[in-house]
């Protein structure tokens, strides 16, 4: 899936985006096999495109984040097929977390993790 999507946060560039979910979406990250799901957020008058993990990992978690939920994400910039794109680490739905990353960046989808 690639090592930047699969692994990434940048220590330097770690943010938290608070905000109300416009739209949940889709994107192809291996040419229609698997495919990554996003979140846009809007914070004021901006809006910010997410990436949140593999769609079959977002799906099969008991949180799910729709529009017009108010969340907070920490997230992280990376470089993704040459152009900067936002990871989330977690998100911050009411008093639900949905853990995405760990500190270093590693995903809880591959399964090397303790929850």
């Given amino acids: 899936m690639g090592a930047a999507y699969g692994k990434g946060r940048n220590a330097k560039t770690t943010q938290t985006v608070s905000g109300e979910v416009i739209s949940i979406g889709k994107i192809s990250l291996m040419r229609g096999v698997i495919y990554g799901a996003y979140a846009i957020v809007k914070t004021g008058d901006e809006r910010i495109t997410i990436h ?47 853990k ?6 590693s995903p809880y989808w591959n399964g090397c993790n303790n929850w």
């Fill in 52 to 98: 949140l993990g593999p769609l079959w990992f977002i799906e099969d978690q008991k949180i799910k984040i729709k529009p017009q939920d108010q969340v907070e994400v920490k997230c992280s910039q990376i470089m993704y097929e040459g152009k900067p794109a936002i990871i989330a680490s977690e998100v911050k739905k009411g008093k639900e977390i949905l």
């Fill in 100 to 105: 995405l990353r760990d500190e270093d960046g």
